[in-house]
C-alpha cells in the first residue's frame, strides 16, 4: 500500500499514546522522531515535517491540557495535521460535464501519454465518446506512441507528425473535435523553471481554453515536487493531479504533499503499464487505511476509556502523596485489559495486524496470560497484604497462599512485588521531583532499571 | 544543480564554527562560577515557567553536571564535542540534506561520518568544511574518461557494447541518443538496438533519432524478445566493424521481478562492456530503491542522471553513489543532443564551496 511504512509508524504512535501513563518528554521525542522518518523517507517536503513536529511538542508539553485530555488532543492533531499535508481539500472526484476537454501537462517522462490512454479507456468504458489529440510535437515518436496507444485502447485519435505548432494542430482538428464528449489532449513534457516552455503552455492554453489542466507527476518525485506543482500552478491554474508509477517502492509522499499544499486534487494513480492500470483515488479513503481507523472518534474512544479520570486522578494522587499500592498497580493492569487484549489492541490498528503476525505465536498470549495472574494474585491478598505489600517479603508463607489461592506460582508472585517495587521507586522518585529534591543518581539508576522492563 | 545546496552548506558551517565560539568562552571559568550564575538563571525562570518545565530544566541540568565533571578533569582547558552537541548542531545539517533531496539512508551516513571524526574531538583543531568535504568526497566516485575507456577496450574487443536499464520515463532513449552523438564526435561509429519493445513508438523515438543521428538501428517488432534485439545488433556490428553498440531496453519498475528476470536475460545474452542505470535527479527517497535493485539485477557499472537541468538540487547524485558505489558518469542536462554533461567529481565538489 501507499506510504505503508508511514502508516505503521504513525499507528504505533498512537497505540503508544493511548497506553502510556505519563507522557514524558521520552516517549514524545520518539514518536516524533519515528513520524519524523517516515514522513521523510516517503519524500513528504521536510518542512512540513518540522513544522507538524513543533505542533505535537507544544500540546506534548503543555502543562494545561491534563491527563486524557492530552492523549486525545495528541492523537486529534496528528490525524488532523496528516490528513492536512496529504490531502486536499477540494474534491477528488473528476466531474466532467457533457462536453468537456482536459489538457494534461507535466514534466519531461512522467508518464504523460501512457495515462491519457488509459484515461480515455477509463471513460470510454463509461460511455463517453472519448477522442485523444496529440500536441507533443517535440519528442521524438511523442504522435506515434499516442497513436499506437489510442489504437490499443481502441480509441479515436488525432495527431499531426509534420506540424510544429501545436496551435496550428489544434486548430486544424477544431471542428472535428467537436463532435465528442471528452476531448483529451497530450502536451509535450516541461519543466515548470523553463520560461520558454511555460509561455508556450500557456499560448496552447488560451487558444484551447480547457475545462480540465491536469498535472503528471511521478510517484518517486523527491523534495522538488513542491516547486513543481507550485510553478505549474501559478502558471495555469491546475484542476488536479494524476500520480504516475504508483506501483514502484516509492511512496509518493513528494507528490501527495505537493497536491495538498497547492491545494489540488488527486484524480487518478496510475498502477502500472499496461491501459487498464488506473485507480480513482478517494482521499478520505486513503487517509483512513493510512492512519489504520475506521475514523476519528472511534480511536478517541479508545483512548479515553482505556484511562477513565477518576483512575487518573487517583494515580495522580498517589504520585503527589508518593503512595502507591498494588491497588494502583492493579488498575492499571485493568485498564490495559479494558483495552481488549493485546491482539485485540493490535488487530484494531490495522498494519499492526500484520506486526503482530511477525511476533512469536505465544509471545501475546504468554504477556497477556501474565497479567490475568498479577490481577488473580493481587484479588487473593488481604486489605493490609495490598496496601503495604512490603509485609509479604518478611513473610514467606504469605506468598505461598496467594500463589496457592489464584493459582499461580510463587515465582510470579515475587515478579508481581518486583514490578511493584520497580514501580514505587519511579513514584517516589517522582515525588520527590515534584518536591524539588532530585536525586540525580537514582533517576539515572531507575532509567537503567525500567529499561525494557516495564511497559503499560 | 548543486546551487542551493552551496549556500546553505556554507551558512550552517559559518554557524557551526561560531556557534562553537561562544561555548568556548565560560569554559576556562571556575565551575563555582558557573554554578551559582546557573542557580539564578533558574529562579528566574522559575517565576515564569510552570512547574514541569523547571522540572525539566532541574533534570537536564543535573543531567549535566557529572558530564561536566568528568569532562573538566580530563581536559580542563578544552571544549570536545559531546554526542548530544553534535546531535543538536547535525539536525541543522540535516534539513539541509534532506531538502536537498538526499535521501534519509544517506543523510544518516553522514551523520555517522561525520560524527566518527567530530565526536570527541576538541572543537579548536577541526576543520568542519574540510571534513564535511572528506565526508561528501568519499561518497562520491570519480568515473573514468568513457571515451578513453571505450576506445582502450576496443583494441582488445570489437564491439564495445553498453545497455541501457532504468525505470519508465527515465530518459533511456533520449539519453542513448545523446552518447550516441558524443561517441560519433570522437570518431567511433555506432549502431543502436531498439531493445524496447514493450512501449508504444519507443522503436520509432529511437528510429527518429538514428535518422537525424545518421547511425544505423536494429530493431524487431513490438512483443518480440527484448534480448534477440540486443543480439542481433551485436552481430550486425561484427559484420559491419562499428565500435560500439548502444542498446535500449524497457523502463521497468524496479520491484517487478519477472521484468527484472528480462532485465539479467538481456544482459546475459548482451554480454555488455557496460551497464548504465538511469535514474532521475528529481527522484526522492525511492532513488537509493532503484538504484540499489537494479545493481543487484544486472551490477551496473556507472549511472547517468537525467533532468539534471530540472532539478536544481542534485542530492540524488549523492544517494545513489552512495548506495551502489558506483560511478556517475553524465548528468543529463536538457533535450538537445549535446545536453549531455561529464560528471565531473572535483567541479561537484567544488560547486559546493567546500
Redo the contacts between chains.
Sequence with gaps: MVLEKLGNAIKSSFTKISNAIFLD?KLVDGIIKDIQ?AL????VN??LV?QLSQKIKKVA?D?NIKGIDKKEQLVKLIHDELEKILTSKKSSELKLSKKSSIVFLG?????K??TI?KIGLYYAKRGRKVALLGLDT????????????AK?ANLVCFVDKKEKNPVKIYENYKKELEKYDLVLIDTAGR?S?KADLIKEIKTIDKKIKPDFRILVM????????KK?AKDFQEALDIDGVII??M?????A??ALTACAETNAPVFFIGTG?HIHDIETFDAGFFIQRLLGMGDLNALLEKVRSATTEKQQKRIEQSLAEGKFTLMDLYQQLESMGSLGGMDKIMSMIPGLGNASKKLPANLMEKQEQKMKHFKAAISSMTQSEIENPEILEKQTSRIARIAKGSGSTTSEIRELLKQYKLMNDLLKSQSS??D?K?D?KM??KMARKFKGKVRF | MFGSLKEKLKSWVKKVTSSEELVEIPKKEKSQKKRTLKKKKQISKQEKK????V??E??KT??E??QKDVKQKFSFFSKKLTDEKFDELFEELE?IL????V??EVVEKIKMSLGEKLIGKNLNGVDLEKELKNVIEEILIEPKDFVKEIKSTLEVKKPYVILFAG?????KT?TIAKVANLLKKNKLSVCLAAGDT?????I??????AE?LKVPLIKKDYGSDSASVGFDAISYAKKHHVDVVLIDTA?R????DSLMKEMEKIARVSKPDMRIFLG?S??????T??AKKFNDTINIDGIIL??A?????G??ALSVSYVTKKPILFLGVG?GYDDLEVFDKKKIIKGLGL
Aim: proline share 2%; glycine share 10%.
Design positions: 518528554k522518518r521523510i523517507e516517503a519524500d521536510v518542512e518540522f508539553f502543562e514534466l519531461y517522462g512522467a508518464g501519454t501512457t490512454s517535440q519528442r521524438p515518436a511523442a504522435m506515434e506512441q499516442l497513436e499506437q496507444q490499443k519543466d523553471l511521478p510517484a518517486d518525485i523527491g523534495q522538488s515536487a513543481q504516475t508509477r506501483d514502484g517502492t516509492a511512496k509522499g513528494g503499464e521531583l515534584a524539588g532530585v540525580q533517576l539515572q | 510552570s512547574t514541569e518545565e522540572l525539566k532541574i533534570i543535573e543531567a553536571k557529572p534539513i534532506i531538502q536537498n533531496n535521501s534519509y525505470i519508465n520515463g527515465s530518459g533520449t514493450f512501449r508504444a513508438a519507443a520509432q523515438q529511437l528510429e527518429q533519432h537525424k523502463g519498475m524496479q520491484n517487478k532521475e528529481i527522484t526522492g527517497n525511492d532513488a530503491e532503484q537525467s533532468k537541468d530540472v532539478d536544481e538540487k542530492g540524488t533535450q
